[in-house]
Every structure is written in structure tokens, then in C-alpha cells.
């Protein structure tokens, strides 16, 4: 058995592009909130002199994670910053000296238990790469006392169209992916590990399979390809068997989910000590001249980064930063690049006009229930669309409204082209409202 979904034209024109490099940036603005949660007061001010990972922000928040300079230069500025959700927060501005020096703190951490890795981790200013940003040293930093934690989940189905930069990881690092898996699994004596990869990825569950072949504990799990696989609720139960229930975490149910590019990450940063400073990036779309995945450093302009792959400004209508069913349409080109973007893509007019997040023009509801059949977690988008049209809090609760995971799929298949995503994103804002 397993969750309906729906099956998406995946159009990985950039799988077997081998990463690029971008040159250093003459600038970067490092923002502040790069993660689920609180984000990070500066540590540094207009004048000062940094380092290439050199702590820049933190916050004694429970739910954050600190940030760290990818260049070597001077603050120029400490400034209030637009995010994409309408929200402001303080982002550091630094000019590079071209130098790249290395901060002197930089070295690899001593880690002999669980504590001593859940400290590293967070110091290392991880989040999830896989787009959520949720700060990785929390899902790693479970009470014993309160779960059994038996199974970790590595998350490397990467189901969205355009996106292949967990594949070009398992292609270009596997090891990393390997050594990260087992440290984990033993420091926190995690009993299974199951590698979930969509079947349209034969390379990828090649290699992996290839470099577990001698270990009984790591299982290759080779899932059906279909949309969306890759959210963690659907991918833990496709692994496990196991499902997520509503108000748990899958920690609640045994299960620690980690995205496949986030554990690679904290291999190196085991090995060398430096932190999260850069991340691998997509970039795709029928505006794009050169399709590619980049190696990126945070806070680069994401304008630097579209001319790099000959996108064509004069046609591009528009600019999604993610995937084309759940990314967000970006404001503004010269906005910095940030830890939890994976991908970009660029759309001519009529392109764009197809997106499912873009439907115009939408009419009745001709209650075929396609949208039912679609939603993975069986909800009834429809009814959900009139009790929030009705301001009806009560059945939108009744409805399981904070189930839905906002994964697009019921806005896809409707032949109406109702906005029944949009509106279950603002219903679920409204339930949880007083």
C-alpha cells in the first residue's frame, strides 16, 4: 500500500550536469532568519573585519541555529532586510577582500557522543536542506526518556520537477552521504537506516546500494515515482510503514527524517570544521540558457547566480525559488541566497501561465473529486476551500485542515483550476487564529 500522490512530467534536464563553481562575489548579504524558527542577532557591526566562517549571528532561542560569513572582508552595513513572507529581519552586509582568509577557529569538532554531536551540529548552523530550514540539531536531540528512536529515514527522493541537487550529492559525494549515515546511526544507536530514493533515479540507487552492499543495517529503498514522495510524512511511511499522526513529529513515532544533501553536509563539517557557508543550486526553467547545478556561497545575489546560467531577463515572466508546486514566486533578483534554496527557476510568459501556483482564470467546482483522489493524506480539499470561504473555523478543524502539507497536488488535477492550495495555506493561518 501506499499514499496517493500524483505523477509529474519530472524534467531533470540538469541530473547528469556535474557541479559548477561561482566565482567570489564582490559583495554579500547574509541574512539573519535562514531557518524554522527565531532568527539570529548579529554578532558583528558596520567597520568590522570577518572571516570566511566566522560566527556572525546567533540567537538563545530554542528553535534557531547560528549563521556564519562565507567571505572574508568588512561589514559594510547591518540592515533591516524584506523577506519573501513579508516579513523583515537584520541582514549583514560584507564587502570581500578576495582573500577568502579562513577564520582561525575553524577545525574539526571533537564528537564522542550524542551530546558532544548535537553541540557540534548546531555550531555548525545546519538546517535541512531540503528546503523546511528546520534547525537539524533539535531532531537530534530527542529525549530518550520520552521516545525509542529505532529508524532514521534519509530523505533523497527529491520528487519536485527541475530539482537534481540531492542527486548530483549522491553522485558527486557519496561517501559523504555513507560516513554521515553511520555516524549518526551510531551515535545515537539507531537500530535501521533506510536510503528512500524515487525509482527514476537508477544511478543514484546504484551507488548507494553499491556502498551499503556490506552493511546490514542500511537499506536502499527504492520508491515508486510519484509526487509527492519526497515530503516527510509520505517518505516515512513509504520507508517505514509507519504513519505520521496528526499533532506528532515522526520522532513521536520512532523515526528521525534527514534530507540526503543535510547528512553529507555534516560529514564534512565532522572532517574539516567549516560550516554551512554554501549550498549546491538548480538552476532550470525554459528561460535559462544554460542549465545547471552551481555551488553557491550564502548571501551571493541571486542575480549573479541567473546570469551565471545565461538566463534571459527580456523573456523570463517568471522567478520560483523551489520547485514549481510548492516554491514561492521571488519579488526581487537581487535578493541573497539562503540556506534552505535548493533551486531556481526561471519561466517564459507562457509557461509560467501553466504553473499550477499560477492558475488564472479558474470556474465551478464540477465536484469530480479529483482532488480527493490526489491529496496524499486523503483530505477533502473542496469541502476545505467552502469552510474557509465561510470563515467556518470549527469544520475546517473537523476537517483535519493542519494535516494538509500544502503539496499543490489537488490544485493540479483540478480541471476548474480552483486556487484549493492557496486557499488551504490561508485556512490553515485562519484555524490556528483567535
Keep these: 500500500m501506499r499514499l496517493n500522490g500524483i505523477l509529474l512530467p ?16 564582490e559583495r554579500v548579504k547574509i541574512c539573519m532568519s535562514q531557518h524554522m524558527g527565531a532568527p539570529c542577532v548579529p554578532l558583528v557591526k558596520k567597520g568590522d573585519l570577518v572571516k570566511v566562517g566566522q560566527k556572525i549571528g546567533d540567537s538563545e532561542a530554542f528553535m534557531s541555529c547560528p549563521v556564519h560569513s562565507s567571505v572574508s ?3 559594510v552595513d547591518v540592515s533591516e532586510m524584506l523577506l519573501a513572507n513579508g516579513k523583515t529581519c537584520k541582514a549583514v552586509e560584507i564587502q570581500c577582500d578576495g582573500q577568502q582568509t579562513m577564520w582561525e577557529g575553524i577545525k574539526p569538532p571533537h564528537i564522542n557522543d550524542k551530546k558532544s554531536l ?13 528546503g523546511a530550514g528546520f534547525p537539524t540539531h533539535i531532531k537530534l536531540n530527542y529525549d530518550e526518556n520520552k521516545v525509542n528512536i529505532d529508524s532514521l529515514v ?13 542527486f548530483r550529492e549522491m553522485m558527486e559525494n557519496p561517501e559523504d552521504v555513507i560516513e554521515g549515515i553511520k555516524t549518526i546511526r551510531d551515535l545515537l544507536k539507531i537500530e535501521n537506516v533506510y536510503i528512500g530514493i524515487e525509482d527514476n533515479k537508477p544511478k543514484a540507487i546504484e551507488k548507494m546500494k553499491e556502498l551499503t552492499e556490506n552493511d546490514g543495517y542500511i537499506k536502499v529503498v527504492k520508491l515508486k515515482s510519484s509526487y509527492p514522495q519526497g515530503a516527510e510524512k509520505v517518505i516515512a511511511y513509504s520507508a517505514t510503514g509507519r504513519i505520521i499522526k496528526e499533532g506528532s513529529l515522526p520522532s513521536d513515532h520512532g523515526i528521525i527524517v534527514m534530507n540526503v544533501s543535510t547528512i553529507a ?4 563539517y565532522i572532517k574539516t570544521g567549516m560550516p554551512l557557508i554554501s549550498r549546491r543550486v538548480t538552476v532550470d526553467g525554459d528561460a535559462v540558457g544554460r542549465p545547471c547545478n552551481v555551488n553557491v556561497l550564502i548571501g551571493t545575489s541571486l542575480k549573479e547566480l541567473l546570469e551565471f546560467a545565461l538566463v534571459d531577463f527580456d523573456i523570463m515572466e517568471k522567478l520560483i525559488s523551489g520547485g514549481p508546486m510548492m516554491g514561492m ?54 469541502e476545505l476551500e467552502k469552510a474557509y470561504d465561510r470563515r467556518d473555523r470549527e469544520m475546517l478543524n473537523k476537517l483535519k485542515i493542519n494535516l494538509c502539507m500544502n ?9 476548474a483550476k480552483r486556487s484549493l492550495a492557496e486557499k488551504n495555506q490561508l485556512a490553515k493561518g485562519f484555524a490556528l487564529s483567535k
Design 10 to 25: 519530472h524534467k531533470k534536464r540538469t541530473e547528469y550536469s556535474q557541479t559548477k563553481i561561482l566565482s567570489l562575489p
Design 154 to 166: 534519509i530523505n533523497a527522493a527529491e520528487c519536485e520537477p527541475y530539482i537534481t541537487s540531492d
Design 265 to 268: 553536509f555534516i560529514n564534512r
Design 407 to 415: 503539496c499543490g497536488s489537488c490544485s493540479y488535477v483540478c480541471p
Design 118 to 130: 548535537v553541540d557540534a551540529v548546531r555550531e555548525s548552523g545546519c538546517c535541512g536542506l531540503g
Design 329 to 382: 514566486c521571488m519579488y526581487d533578483m537581487n535578493a541573497p541566497l539562503s540556506k534552505t534554496n535548493n533551486a531556481f527557476l526561471a519561466f517564459k510568459a507562457k509557461s509560467a501561465s501553466k504553473l499550477p501556483l499560477l492558475y488564472k482564470g479558474q470556474t465551478n467546482c464540477i465536484r469530480c473529486g479529483k482532488c480527493i483522489d490526489a491529496c496524499p493524506l486523503g483530505l477533502m480539499p473542496t
Design 73 to 75: 572582508g568588512e561589514v
